[in-house]
């Protein structure tokens, strides 16, 4: 396993990364990035165990509905980019157990890297989503072939792969890019079918990043973002040559959209666990801002926590149905339940905005208009701000200032935005888990019952 320190050395390998118009040299000591870099360093430190032997837990993979659920306080804990890292590895050996019968070739090379992802303690970024050019035109029908990440040119020592994936969170600072088809593939589409393990430091790999963090040197009014804010990558494939050994899918289009379907399983078990966590802190702060507001007792102000309250304990109760009904694979990899997966995380997503508004709601106008934590020590305005934002006996001035600032950067500021965005995109958007919870429920079934509850059984409509 690494140190903190050792992985912040392991950046320093010659990656072409960007960062608004100049390429970043030492990520460590970049102002902006550098924090993100550092919030990976400790986790590296949190999961550090010396020994050969030694392995992260959050990597390995789980066999029992029992060791999926001790993953959620794990990954609760976890930053960004190691929860990638165990989706990432969760997507390789869903794919490996589905496509190991027709390829046993590509299932072997997926385990053997699996193995030594785990070994090495390497962080893996997922790269799903293409340019895609014209939405309304397949890969194939594109004015630029390039529009989707295709294989250029091959050898007999590997292939070239060019193109891009968009919304890469933490790209510049893991060790691998996941290279997954970003859907079905279709005959004529054979180079776009293409799967692949790329270094972030090969050849012709380049990273333009974007993030949320804050630009204040006082971040104090900024709780959450300047805590956990992350790189979202545009990572561009410019003739990057990949090794035969590291080829995961080639060609196989019948194949394609089982790694898409692979990663969108993990990614919405991922998000459902984000979001049963959100909604609780959601309820949580509109219950202390409605106390400290002096409207907690106000029967509107009630009803909408009530609702709070009704969709977080919806989605946790997704979330261990999910888990609970879990399936186990031939080669005793535990995955959850498509149907309760899917349909929890679209219900999460789907109504994540609605419960945001009755936290600004319940809120007020002050979310966006307090004044900085820093006003509070100006000897002009800090008795004053003190004395305006109390609202009585119990309820210190300071105290509903740093409320309304966590409000704010949680759920209406840059974060915010990037949050609202990422649950309802993450993983798929929301056609694409209703296209899966419909795959997965048993209509026919719902038929028979609703047939023999008309007294119909037996009949044919037809």
Known sequence: ML??????RSLADGRATYFEGNRIDDLP???????????????????????????????????????????????????????VTYQSIMTLSTAK?????????????????????????????????????????????????DAYTHVVDRSDKGLVIRGAKLHITGASLAHEL????????????????????????????????????????????????????????????????????????DGQTEMAALFAHALGLW?????????????????????????????????????KISEMIIHATLVRAALEAAISNCEITADAVAFPNELFTNAGKYHAAANYNLMVRHL???????????????????????????KYMSTGKGVEGEYRLRLFHAIRDLTADAFGGWRQVTNVQAGGGLYAQRIVTRRYYDLNGAKRKALEAAGLAGKSGN
């Not at 180079?191 to 050849?203: D, E, H, L, R």
């Not at 202390?288 to 102000?301: D, F, K, T, Y």
């Not at 900085?372 to 004053?384: H, I, M, P, Q, Y």
Request: aromatic letters at 6%; one cysteine or more; hydrophobic letters at 40%.
């Open 3 to 8: 140190t903190g320190e050792q992985y912040k």
């Open 29 to 83: 000591r970049h102002p902006i990035l550098g924090q993100s870099v550092n919030l990976v360093a400790g986790g590296y430190d949190h999961w550090y165990s010396p020994g050969d032997a030694a392995r992260n837990p959050l990597m390995s993979i789980p066999r029992s509905a029992e060791e999926l659920r001790a993953r959620i306080p794990m990954q609760h804990g976890a930053d960004i980019l190691a929860l």
């Open 97 to 145: 157990a589905r496509i190991e019968p027709a390829l046993p070739q590509f299932a072997r090379r997926i385990r053997d890297y699996v193995e030594k992802a785990q070994q090495d303690d390497i962080r893996i970024v997922e790269c799903i989503t293409d340019a895609k050019g014209d939405r309304s035109k397949t890969p194939a029908e594109q004015d630029d072939p």
């Open 178 to 249: 996941m290279v997954i088809p970003t859907k079905a593939m279709h005959r004529g589409e054979e180079s776009y079918a293409i799967a692949c393990m790329v270094p972030v430091n090969a050849p012709g790999v380049k990273i333009i990043n974007t993030t949320y963090a804050p630009r204040h040197e006082d971040t104090r009014s900024f709780p959450f973002s300047s805590r956990v804010h992350m790189p979202e990558g545009f990572v561009i494939f410019d003739d990057v040559f990949v090794p035969n050994e590291r080829v995961m899918l």
């Open 267 to 303: 990614e919405r078990l991922g998000g459902l666990s984000d979001m049963a966590e959100q909604a609780d802190q959601l309820v949580g702060f509109a219950q202390l801002i409605a106390e400290a507001n002096g409207l907690a007792s106000v029967s509107h102000v009630r009803e």
């Open 360 to 386: 600004h709601d319940v809120s007020g106008g002050s979310i966006l208009t307090a004044p900085n934590v820093s006003d509070l020590e100006n000897e002009a305005t800090g008795a004053l701000l003190r």
